[in-house]
């Protein structure tokens, strides 16, 4: 079982292009997140999907874009990369049908540098 | 809304004594999680124990326990005998809306032989 995996593991981006970080994870969990972490500040949450065909806003939303086709799959996109937004992106996934802890089990991360 | 507040942002401890990492949390919720994740230098979130706000007794999980005080609003994560491959940033977290998860700013913790 991989558990969650997310690509690229790093990328450097020219500003004002697009990007698109994938996640995937194959343990069917309901739920899955996007964060970002940025030395000194932890993490924070950028949007998430409680299940496939829904998604919501986080604490850090402007920029980023998300869409969840299927239970697997939460993709996210950078319309326009800016600097601010050089970062490490974790993807996690939970099992939030409620009979559980919630606990979130975290991809590897992706590192972003914009320039 | 949430908030984690670690306020020690680096602890040293030595090989096979015990620490205490600080984590105190602010909330409205009656029913929360709060969770502890440990990130070693290669970069992962691993999850290490978890702590419900119902739950009478103080979780453990192996060399971890959470002393979890729930007047006082603290969740600390006490880890027995340190070892070598302790070192490393914690991250103290706590449920949300939807499930989703608040983090503190972490503590890195360094232990020597």
């Known amino acids: 079982i991989a558990g969650i995996t997310q690509a690229p593991t790093s990328q450097i981006l020219a500003a004002g292009r697009r990007m698109t970080l994938r996640c995937t994870q194959d343990?069917?969990?309901?739920?899955m997140y996007w964060y970002r972490q940025d030395l000194g500040l932890g993490l924070r949450l950028i949007h998430y999907s409680n299940t496939a065909g829904t998604t919501g806003k986080g604490e850090v939303p402007d920029g980023y874009s998300v869409s969840r086709a299927n239970t697997d799959d939460f993709p996210l996109t950078l319309a326009s990369a800016v600097p601010s937004q050089t970062s490490v992106y974790f993807c996690a996934s939970s099992d939030s049908s409620g009979e559980g802890s919630d606990t979130q089990y975290f991809g590897p991360g992706t590192r972003l540098t914009v320039l | 809304a949430q908030k984690i507040t670690q306020t020690q942002p680096g602890m040293f401890v030595q090989e096979k004594e015990a620490v205490t990492l600080d984590c105190t949390y602010d909330t409205s919720d009656q029913s929360y999680g709060l969770f502890w994740y440990k990130q070693p230098s290669s970069g992962e979130m691993i999850f290490l124990i978890y702590?419900?706000?119902?739950?009478?007794q103080n979780a453990t999980e192996g060399r971890y326990s959470l002393n979890f005080q729930k007047a006082r609003k603290s969740a600390n994560l006490v880890i027995s005998a340190s070892q070598l491959g302790d070192s490393a940033m914690y991250f103290c977290a706590m449920t949300g809306g939807y499930s989703t998860l608040t983090f503190g700013k972490g503590t890195m913790l360094l232990v020597s032989p």
């Open positions: 702590q419900g706000s119902y739950d009478e």
């Open positions: 343990m069917r969990h309901n739920a």
